[in-house]
Each structure stands twice: as C-alpha cells, then as structure tokens.
C-alpha cells in the first residue's frame, strides 16, 4: 500500500491497531516507499485517525444493504481534492481479509466502490490502493490543467510498419535442413 501510495504521490499513511508495527519485512515490500511507514502514524481506532478530517471516503468492494452515499473512484478523487483545499481529508481502506466493518462505514462520509468484474469483485489491499490513488493523481493532474492523452491519431497496422514486426532469425539461428 504504501508503494502504491508513493508512486502517485501521496505521502501520508496512518494505520489503525496494525497487527505489528512495520517492520524489516514490511520495509522491504515497500521498495523505496520505506519512508511513508517509518513516518506512519499509529492510532488506537479508527475515530482517533480521523479526527479533524473534514471528508472522510471508506472503500468497499461489497456493496451493502445500508444506505451510503456511494462514489465512483474518479468523482471520489475529485471531491477529496476539493475538499483537501480546506481542511484535511481521508481515504480509508479496510483490512485485506474482511475489509470495513459497518461501524468503521458509519464514520465516513461516503463509500468508494472499485467497479469490477461482479462475479469476482474482490481486489487485494495493495491493488485497491493503487486504483485509487492513481484516480487522486489524475484529479490532481487535471486540475493543474495538464494534457492527459495525446489526440487520436490514424495509426497503421502493425504490419505494415516494419520497426513492430519482429525480426526474423538469422540464416546463422536457423536450423539447417
């Protein structure tokens, strides 16, 4: 989570009663992020992690019988960017096995769901992570007024451009007959 959280530039972690604290091994499967778990805030519960947060997103790949205000990823992004210009706000992810507990639901503002395959919604940690921080970057990205995409463009074949198609082995790798 933490690599994941880096690579789109966001730089702060709190984690909630973790089951350790991040460790050697911990460091190591953040590859280069090590310095957003050594600066992660621990914090007895969640209620304590948020306090002082003006907007508060909880993510969830179920979505629930209850009744919360649900967003999809890009407008959940937009509206954490807005409100950041105000005050702090907060992403919050549940555990790997079991997710967000109603009750952890009940302290956020919305739900953020990852729109996936319905016969097998479930994304590892990391994964919905990565999703939704890269939808935060790309907020933040257009709001900068930067391009995204470059303008459509007719392209050729793949064959028909001779620097794609893949060389032919050489008369010394073939086999002789």
């Known amino acids: 989570a933490a690599r ?3 690579t789109m530039g966001l730089t702060r972690l709190d984690l909630v009663t973790p089951r350790q604290a991040p460790d050697a091994t911990a460091l190591a499967r953040a590859a280069g992020a090590d310095d957003l778990l050594e600066r992660a805030r ?3 519960n969640l209620a304590d992690a948020l306090a002082g947060c003006r907007l508060v997103i909880g993510s ?3 979505l629930r019988g209850l009744n919360w205000p649900l967003l999809e990823p890009p407008a959940a992004a937009r509206l954490l960017l807005q409100e950041s210009a105000q005050g702090e706000v907060a992403l919050v992810f549940g555990r ?3 997710g967000l507990t109603n009750a952890e639901l009940g302290l956020c503002h919305y739900l953020v769901h990852i729109p996936t395959d319905p016969g097998f919604s ?4 990391a994964a919905a992570v990565q999703v939704l921080a890269y939808e935060v970057r790309r907020a933040w990205r257009e709001g900068r007024g930067e391009q ?4 459509p463009r007719d392209l050729a074949t793949a064959d028909a451009e001779p620097h794609l198609v893949r060389p032919r082995k050489s008369a010394r790798h073939a086999k002789a007959g």
């Open 4 to 6: 994941a959280m880096k």
């Open 42 to 44: 621990v914090h007895p």
């Open 60 to 62: 969830s790949a179920r």
């Open 96 to 98: 790997e096995s079991s």
């Open 122 to 125: 479930s994304l590892n940690l």
């Open 148 to 151: 995204l995409l470059e303008e």
